[in-house]
């Protein structure tokens, strides 16, 4: 009966991917946020860790078990896996309206993702909102030059796959109405570090092509940091070309091909009569 009573406590869901976090998990902040959040639900996912991070996340669990959960993979599979893995969980376990994923290295925080779920509910219609880090008066966004030369690129590129003008389809940051979760989440990414692409492309190909701008809202973040230590290697960032166009004919020309195919009996058919 309890824990029926805290599963259903929360309205929120917060998935946090971790991968050898030991030394650089912001602890004191995520246990802080839980304690004056009760009801937003933290998932922690260690995606096969070769260090101490699941000895810290059952820390943190301990600390607050009503709204932390600690998921365990044995095998480092990415963090497009970890995220797929902890939204099916929270969908499967707790009946949260709104759930999603931040970074650990809190590049965003978990307050702003807050704030974003808040607003998102003024705006039931929409299915999902995703955190845009536009340089403006007022925001402190802090990028690195060198990785915003990249992003640069490769937002130009994300533009024409999705014919959107969405400004900021990489942000950590996103939250999904549940409702969505299955559709997107449920078969494994094609890509380890555009899964956020596919994402929109997969909602695209449920909804058709108007959905990004009709259902989907982007928040302005007021903080984004930059944060050293990042995941993906130089050496990895080459390979971002070759998995945008695999994105690109996955969801864009394949389709297209086995539509060809299937009318073609059919303009057959029409001949011969």
């Not at 991968?19 to 602890?27: G, I």
């Not at 932390?68 to 993979?73: A, E, G, S, T």
């Not at 990415?78 to 994923?101: T, W």
């Amino acid at each position: 009966m309890n824990n029926i009573l805290k599963e259903n406590f929360q309205k929120f869901a917060i998935v946090v991917p971790c991968y050898n976090e030991e030394n650089r998990f912001p602890y004191h902040h995520f246990l802080t946020f839980a304690k004056m959040n009760p009801d937003v639900l933290l998932c922690f996912v260690n995606d096969g860790s070769k260090d101490n991070t699941a000895g810290v996340l059952r820390g943190i669990q301990l600390q607050s078990t009503e709204n932390i959960v600690v998921l365990n993979q044995k095998k480092n599979s990415g963090k497009s896996a970890a995220v797929r893995h902890g939204m099916l969980y929270i969908h499967a376990k707790y009946p949260v309206q709104l759930l999603g994923f931040l970074d650990a290295d809190l590049a965003t925080t978990p307050e702003e993702w807050l704030q974003m779920a808040q607003y998102k509910e003024n705006y039931p219609k929409f299915g999902a909102i995703v955190g845009s880090r536009i340089q403006r008066l007022g925001a402190e966004i802090k990028r690195d030059d060198n990785r915003s030369l990249l992003s640069n690129i490769v937002k130009r590129a994300i533009k024409g796959i999705l014919k959107t003008n969405f400004q900021d389809t990489q942000c950590g940051a996103k939250i999904f109405h549940r409702s969505l979760v299955p559709y997107l989440f449920s078969e494994p990414f094609r890509t380890p570090w555009l899964f956020d692409v596919e994402i929109f492309l997969r909602l695209q190909q449920k909804f058709g092509k108007t959905t990004l701008q009709k259902g989907v809202l982007e928040f302005p973040l007021m903080q984004w940091t930059e944060i050293g230590g990042s995941k993906l290697k130089f050496k990895d960032s080459f390979k971002i070309p070759f998995q945008l166009f695999q994105l690109y004919y996955t969801y864009r020309v394949a389709p297209s091909l086995v539509s060809k195919q299937d009318s073609a009996p059919l303009m057959t058919r029409k001949v011969t009569h």
